[in-house]
């Protein structure tokens, strides 16, 4: 038997969810990528769908800065957020052996510590029940119940955030 070529041929439980949220927890957009393959390759395709709602005016489609765990710290990655002037707070990968030559790469632990925010989202999406058992057999239709969940996700905050004091 041949092995799936994209994501949405695949078996839900055989890839994997990437997703991008803003600072206050609200999920902007989710992919899947197949399981064996690593989270860099889904980077482009996410930064890509990002739309940053303002107060006023068009949405934005670049966040100002970007915060990653250390699977994100590639020499790619940084160069395209610096080429599209977003600020990188992805901690460098502890490598071990000889240090290579040349400036340390620096983020900011205290931008970084907001990353938590994005963790909760996760833990949010997961309480989904068929998003975090993945009991669809086709990725497409476990990427539908991911929107489905960021848009419930989404409408809670909203509501949340609308109603009176009392």
């Not at 765990?69 to 990968?93: K, T």
């Not at 949010?124 to 960021?150: D, I, M, P, Q």
């Amino acid at each position: 038997m041949n092995p799936p070529t994209t994501p949405s041929d695949a078996p839900a439980a055989d890839s994997a969810s990437n997703f991008i949220s803003d600072g206050r927890g609200h999920p902007l957009c989710a992919c899947l990528t197949p399981g064996q393959t690593h989270e860099i390759t889904a980077f482009k395709t996410l930064m890509h769908q990002v739309v940053v709602p303002q107060h006023r005016g068009q949405p934005r489609t670049r966040p100002h800065q970007l915060a990653g765990d250390r699977g994100y710290d590639a020499r790619r990655i940084r160069q395209w957020l610096q080429h599209h002037e977003i600020r990188s707070v992805i901690p460098p990968r502890r490598r071990r052996g000889v240090r290579k030559a040349g400036r340390p790469i620096g983020y900011d632990p205290q931008a970084y510590r907001a990353r938590n925010v994005f963790e909760r989202t996760i833990g949010w999406l997961k309480e989904c029940r068929s998003v975090a058992t993945r009991f669809e057999k086709l990725a497409l239709n476990y990427l539908g119940f991911v929107h489905l969940a960021s848009c419930t996700i989404n409408t809670a905050i909203l509501n949340y955030q609308t109603e009176p004091i009392r």
